[in-house]
């Protein structure tokens, strides 16, 4: 069974910091891997997704990464700012047929003006 | 488009009673999904559909039921909630297997 973990579950940086947020996972063989972003009371807004063939993504100040062989990704924030204090999740994608993800339970970023 | 949609946004049942939550939306999306999240658990899939009149069974079904007759909707019921029943829910739509887009949550409370 499938298992994803994030570390840490909660992390404090003063504005301007770059930070890492990490993800592992158990079984190696997934199809993809997707990060997501949740404000407090809301739904899920995806950032990246990384397919299991790829080794980063990029979006403006972020960057993904994944290293399937080893169950890791991280996610690269740049140049924090207070409005990236969010949740961040990742999750697991186990193949391309019922789109079924696991995720992660989280990490929940506060970046201090 | 609306995106996808929850209703009711919050809800408190006594254990025993049912209810249904519902999930529509407007993207002609084959894939709906839903989840429901605990603290410091993540999400989990409860059921998901692959198209209208198809429904699947995810990580923790049990004391949902799903169906999907029309593209659009995908209601989840709670056949007789239970305070392990406390959560919130997630539904999800997306056009392929690579994507999700989430609705804002239904949360619910059983006492």
């Not at chain 1, 499938?2 to 909660?10: D, F, L, R, S, Y």
């Not at chain 1, 404090?12 to 996972?25: A, D, K, M, Q």
Request: aromatic share 8%; proline share 6%; charged share 15%.
């Amino acid at each position: 069974k499938q298992e994803v973990t994030q570390i840490p579950a909660a992390l404090s940086v003063p504005e301007g910091e770059n930070l890492v947020l990490n993800c592992s996972f158990t079984d190696s063989a997934i199809y993809n891997l997707q990060w997501f972003r949740q404000d407090p009371g809301k739904g899920l807004t995806s950032l990246l997704l990384i397919q299991s063939s790829q080794r980063e993504q990029t979006s403006g100040r972020l960057n993904a990464s994944l290293d399937k062989s080893s169950g890791r990704s991280t996610l690269y924030i740049a140049a924090s700012q207070p409005g990236d204090s969010a949740t961040y999740l990742c999750a697991v994608r186990r193949d391309n047929a019922g789109n079924m993800l696991t995720f992660g339970g989280g990490t929940r970023l506060m970046v201090k003006p | 488009n609306a995106g996808v949609t929850q209703t009711p946004k919050f809800q408190v049942l006594k254990t025993g009673q049912s209810m249904t939550l519902q999930c529509a939306q407007d993207m002609n999306h084959e894939y709906m999904s839903w989840y429901r999240q605990d603290p410091g658990m993540g999400l989990r899939l409860i059921h998901y559909s692959v198209g209208a009149g198809i429904t699947d069974q995810g990580e923790v079904p049990n004391g949902y039921n799903v169906s999907r007759s029309t593209t659009e909707d995908f209601p989840l019921r709670l056949l007789s909630a239970a305070p392990s029943q406390t959560s919130v829910y997630f539904c999800a739509s997306s056009p392929n297997p690579y994507e999700q887009y989430f609705g804002p949550g239904t949360r619910l409370t059983v006492t």
